[in-house]
């Protein structure tokens, strides 16, 4: 009885991996061979320490270097504390608190092994990503350089190079409490963005302006003159809208900008003939 939910605490060890401690409380009851009913208090505490290396396939791993169980023996008569030593030993072993660990570390290496499985972009193509350098742990942050790398092409059938320009991660903002950060260079946004670059065009017709007025050729007379002197008035208009450059992406301290170059052509279809 009085099975208390276990006390976990995790910390980061520099240039090792993570160090994790669990506390584990419960009271055991039955009944004393001198007669009556006994209760028996017993806490374990397990501290593991694992390290986070690189595996010949380049994947970020957890391994568990050593674990250890310690049972927490309060004050207690030399005829208590014969009882729970008899009972330690089978506590310990029916917990299996350190092949637990290793199970959780398991989970864990099985996302990471998802960092270097191909990520399909649909028609566009294919992104691969690789561990650059073995990963390198702080007591604030664990830092993972990757490199990422493409098959993919664009509208015109030319394959893209991604940009190897990598941030200085000297200048890089205090990372945040509780918090993963994912840092990505401006070049790097650029050149995917140039890969889904036909993915930003655009055919606007009425139905996709809606609260707006009519998408006619008086409206869009009397904000650009010229469509009025050239179409028929009250019209339906067909926007297309193509991208011609690649998108051009900035970044700064405080903001970000995405700028896209495109081209309209403006369509209308009157009842009597062709567009």
Not at 104 to 124: D, H, Q, R, W
Not at 169 to 194: M, Y
């Amino acid at each position: 009885k009085d099975l208390r939910p276990p006390v976990i605490s995790l910390a980061l060890s520099p240039g090792s991996g993570l160090f994790v401690a669990f506390l584990v409380q419960m009271t055991i009851t039955g009944k004393s061979f001198m007669g009556g009913n006994t209760g028996i208090a017993l806490a374990a505490n397990l501290t593991a320490s694992s390290q986070l290396w690189q595996d010949a396939a380049g994947v970020p791993r957890f391994s568990c270097r050593n674990c250890h169980i310690t049972l927490v023996s309060p004050q207690s008569s030399a005829l208590t504390r014969n009882l729970r030593a008899r009972f330690s030993h089978t506590f310990l072993v029916a917990l299996q608190l350190c092949p637990a660990v290793d199970a959780v570390l398991n989970l864990v290496n099985a996302k990471f092994t998802t960092m270097i499985s191909e990520i399909p972009l649909g028609t566009a193509g294919t992104l691969r990503c690789a561990l650059l350098n073995p990963p390198m742990m702080s007591e604030a942050f664990i830092e993972l350089d990757l490199e990422v790398s493409a098959a993919a092409w664009c509208r015109e059938g030319k394959e893209v190079n991604l940009p190897m320009d990598q941030p200085s991660l000297t200048s890089l903002t205090p990372k945040r409490d509780a918090a993963t950060q994912l840092i990505l260079s401006a070049n790097f946004l650029g050149a995917e963005l140039s890969v889904l670059q036909a993915s930003f065009n655009l055919d606007i017709s009425n139905n996709m302006v809606l609260g707006l007025p009519p998408l006619v050729t008086t409206v869009l007379g009397a904000l650009i003159p010229e469509i009025s002197r050239v179409l028929p008035p009250s019209q339906p208009v067909v926007i297309e809208m193509r991208e011609m450059k690649v998108p051009v992406v900035t970044i700064t301290p405080n903001k970000s900008f995405v700028q896209l170059f495109s081209t309209a052509e403006f369509q209308v279809s009157p009842s009597d003939c062709s567009p």
